[in-house]
């Protein structure tokens, strides 16, 4: 990252000062300890039910898609049936969820833009690209985050950890100035309570928005070696992508690429605490990094349910679905399905893998951040059990409680440890 960057104006904060998006959490995803027996309970059922998916966990309504027809699908075919046929199931839905909070953004687009312009995101993101950004911008948040609580002997690991971690990456990634990381972290989280305040959500995405704008127009004017200035630099058939489109994206990179892999990173980590001998395992033989993270994207992604949209009247599992129908597609039904993982709901890093996970989805729209996410927890993961000799739960603090029916995290995560280096 280029150290001396030209400042842009200011971010502006939410008008009204008491706002916080963090308790907002529950009441957006849920507060369900365990969503998967009632999601088991449907899957074998049947792989097509119509309602939502949502419906099954809360009665408040959804003021973005509740007006539309809806089924819920279920099971891994089913599942990665819908993912890889962009052409029946659309990501029209997301112009009225995702489109709001972020904008035009290539999540609510289909092909031929789709194809156009994750080309040209996606290069930003490429495995050997994304690799390079571990010294250079993971390492060093890893290391001023450790250093608040490495030599205290307890911590928790979400309040202190996991919550600030990959957003203080983005914002390197960036070069967002650091004395307003705060306001950024607290507008980001803002996009996404559009289901239960609408007014915030649209005033966060507005503010990010006009930050962007004028980042984006000075990148362009002063080129640095950092991500803003890839992208505004980019050419699409000889263009530069449009402002809309690169705006949107940055909205939905600060939001769902810090969000998804805070969520993450919280749910390795506690089903490896709750696992001690799993830990233990990890610890001393790190070729099982890797594994512990598939297992955990498996077991508990952090996104349990996506949507697409029926383009088409057609048919899936015998059920007729109508045009225009949203459908819910159940991702952690997929990942805990018997069919493909035997014994679906024991969390074990040393299972072998029959079908791969759709933690990230598959198809067209897989994660185009999905690489970072890796990175990122691995090193995360790495540094943890290097400079927190004998990691593991605080006794006298409640074990950790992962919750919700659509995000899932646990709240905290208290551990103890022997003082390590800072």
């Not at 308790?23 to 792989?47: K, M, Q, T, W």
């Not at 939502?52 to 089913?78: C, K, S, V, W």
């Not at 839905?93 to 489109?99: C, D, Q």
């Amino acid at each position: 990252m280029n150290a001396a960057v030209t400042p842009v104006a200011r971010i502006a904060d939410m008008d009204d000062p008491h706002f916080d998006p963090f308790f907002s959490d529950e009441l957006v995803y849920g507060d369900i300890a365990d969503p998967y027996p009632r999601i088991a309970e449907l899957r074998e059922r049947g792989p097509v039910h119509a309602g939502t998916y949502r419906g099954l966990f809360t009665q408040r309504p959804d003021p973005t898609l509740g007006r539309f027809e809806h089924h819920t699908i279920l099971g891994y075919e089913a599942v990665t049936q819908v993912l890889t046929d962009p052409e029946t199931f659309t990501n029209e839905s997301f112009k009225y969820n995702l489109g709001l909070s972020f904008g035009r953004t290539i999540s609510t687009m289909d092909a031929p833009e789709h194809p156009q312009f994750r080309r040209i995101f996606q290069k930003a993101f490429l495995p050997q690209v994304v690799a390079t950004w571990g010294e250079s911008l993971v390492d060093p948040v890893v290391d001023s985050l450790l250093a608040g609580f490495a030599g205290r002997g307890r911590a928790d690991l979400v309040e202190e950890f996991t919550l600030h971690y990959p957003f203080n990456i983005i914002y390197r990634q960036l070069e967002l100035p650091p004395e307003d990381v705060r306001t950024f972290h607290k507008l980001a989280a803002g996009l996404g309570v559009m289901v239960v305040d609408m007014k915030s959500g649209l005033e966060a995405s507005r503010k990010l928005g006009d930050y962007f704008a004028a980042l984006v127009t000075e990148r362009r004017r002063n080129p640095t070696d950092g991500l803003v200035s890839l992208l505004a630099t980019a050419e699409v058939e000889g263009e530069t992508i449009p402002d809309e489109v690169l705006i949107s994206f940055l909205r939905q990179l600060v939001n769902a690429g810090g969000d998804t892999t805070y969520r993450a990173t919280s749910v390795l980590l506690a089903c490896l605490l709750n696992n001690p001998d799993q830990l233990e395992a990890v610890r001393a033989d790190r070729t099982l990094v890797a594994k512990a993270i598939d297992e955990a994207l498996r077991w508990d992604g952090p996104v349990t349910s996506t949507w697409r949209w029926v383009a088409r009247d057609t048919e899936l599992a015998g059920v007729p679905l109508k045009a225009g129908t949203v459908v819910d597609v159940v991702l952690g039904s997929a990942n805990r399905d018997p069919a493909r993982y035997p014994d679906p709901d024991l969390f074990d890093i040393h299972r072998d893998r029959p079908a791969r996970h759709v933690a990230f989805a598959t198809g067209p729209h897989i994660c185009i951040g999905q690489h970072l996410a890796r990175v990122e927890m691995t090193r995360a993961l790495n540094a943890l059990l290097d400079r927190l000799p004998n990691l593991r739960l605080d006794p006298d603090m409640p074990p950790p409680d992962i919750r919700g029916f659509l995000l899932r995290k646990p709240r905290h995560i208290h551990v103890r440890f022997d003082r390590g280096r800072r």
